[in-house]
């Protein structure tokens, strides 16, 4: 059986999103002390303990990481707004967070990205996650980093958005001809895999891609949203260009339900790497999707 570390007081960067409710949960539920670090205490999870912070700005920074014997980075903008950029948040954001977490003697660090991070990537939002995990094992190498796929569970905003949109309209519009490939993971697992990398010390300076154990087409996610909630609708095929055009238009709103970034992301397959740690060298079973999907409110 593989060793495992106590944990002490862990704060968690991002605890109120998706992702970081789920892990602030999963460490309360182990008994662990937990800093839940956001930029609106408000709304973080309930049990931790809700400190301000901004990755932008390195004195909050220091201020939420003092006293951690561990940290977890689980923030995501999808959407730039203003100074909010990709580079601002997963790059000198990541980086302030490491850095504070060296300096303060962190003995661990895992920081969560994202499968198909690439620095060569069209995308500035791939590029930035590239960089931000190249500026983080620069500064803290024992950092852990994760790279979870498409994230799915009740709340989340990938197939309740499907779903929403087939709530109020006869036809979905598919990204090209629906043929992207996705490996969507639970949520839970993502988690329960921040925990492991906290407490396995064979974790300490490795990354891992976490997917789910199937792989799914786009056109079949939509098709199994459909099935569920017990709908028929037309799937309209809709070459990338014009997505683009609708994302241009779309962000001129002051809530964007589409971005460039989204269009660009679409257009390659979100999967594990050939060889690359998983999952299971973290001793999780993949949660499958459709065993999930009973849970979901539509």
Do not use: C
Request: glycine share 10%; net charge neutral; proline share 6%.
């Amino acid at each position: 059986m593989t060793a495992q570390s106590q944990l002490g007081r862990v704060t968690v960067f991002g605890g109120s999103g998706f992702l970081g409710r789920e892990i602030v949960e999963r460490l309360l539920a182990e008994g662990v002390t937990v800093r839940v670090a956001v930029r609106h205490p408000g709304r973080a999870a309930s049990g931790g303990r809700p400190v301000y912070a901004d990755l932008r700005d390195e004195t909050s920074v220091a201020l939420a990481v003092e006293g951690s014997e561990a940290v977890v980075n689980a923030v995501g903008l999808y959407v730039e707004k203003g100074a909010e950029t990709f580079e601002a948040v997963h790059e000198l954001g990541a980086l302030n967070l490491a850095h504070q977490a060296a300096a303060q003697g962190v003995d661990r660090l895992v920081h969560v990205s994202g499968i198909g991070a690439d620095l060569r990537s069209e995308s500035r939002y791939v590029r930035a996650r590239a960089k931000g995990e190249l500026l983080v094992a620069d500064v803290f190498p024992r950092a852990t980093i994760l790279r979870p796929g498409v994230l799915f569970g009740p709340e989340d905003s990938f197939l309740n958005a499907l779903a929403g949109i087939a709530s109020r309209t006869p036809l979905l519009p598919l990204f090209g001809r629906g043929q992207t490939r996705l490996q969507p993971v639970y949520v839970g697992d993502v988690a329960e895999a921040v925990r492991r990398a906290l407490t396995q010390p064979e974790a300490a300076g490795k990354t891992y891609e976490l997917g789910g154990p199937e792989v799914y087409s786009y056109r079949a996610l939509v098709e199994l949203v459909l099935a569920r909630s017990g709908r028929r609708r037309l799937l309209l095929p809709l070459p990338f260009p014009v997505w683009q055009v609708l994302a241009v238009l779309a962000s001129m709103l002051p809530a964007p339900p589409l971005t460039r970034a989204q269009v660009t992301l679409m257009k390659q397959d979100n999967l594990v790497a050939e060889g690359a740690l998983s999952l299971a060298d973290l001793g999780i079973e993949a949660t499958a999707l459709e065993d999930v999907l009973s849970d979901y409110p539509f």
